[in-house]
């Protein structure tokens, strides 16, 4: 079975903001391996996707093009709340509030969740 796309992109964009190059000239943070560890779902609050009138592939698509998104290395966090026919059908966050890749390195890495605003 072949890679997806969306795989192959996320690998090559890993790979570029995670080097030494990219972080110094174009000012990249570094993307961790496993994402799951840096994403907050909101269990809670998000209805299925049914109840939206959408897929769980539907949700899985959107939440994919975020993750790629993010793994290009330029955002240090990305929050996203979907709401569809008044069903809140995703609320995630992905990355880090602070402390990581500030300017200010002796601060401590804070994730983001889907309340830190």
């Avoid at 943070?29 to 049914?50: F, N």
């Avoid at 939440?63 to 809140?88: F, K, Q």
């Avoid at 966050?93 to 969740?113: C, H, K, M, N, Q």
């Amino acid at each position: 079975m072949l890679p997806s796309l969306s795989r192959i992109t996320r690998t090559i964009n890993r790979t570029a903001a995670s080097s030494a190059i990219s972080q110094r000239v174009l000012r990249t943070l570094p993307i961790p391996k496993d994402l799951a560890a840096i994403t907050d779902v909101d269990t809670k609050g998000e209805l299925s996707a049914g109840a939206a009138g959408l897929t769980n592939g539907d949700v899985n698509a959107i939440w994919s093009a975020v993750e790629d998104l993010y793994c290009t290395g330029y955002y240090p966090a990305i929050m996203l709340c979907v709401r569809r026919n008044g069903h809140m059908v995703m609320n995630r966050a992905i990355g880090y509030a602070r402390g990581f890749g500030e300017s200010d390195e002796t601060a401590e890495p804070e994730l983001v969740t889907t309340r830190t605003p």
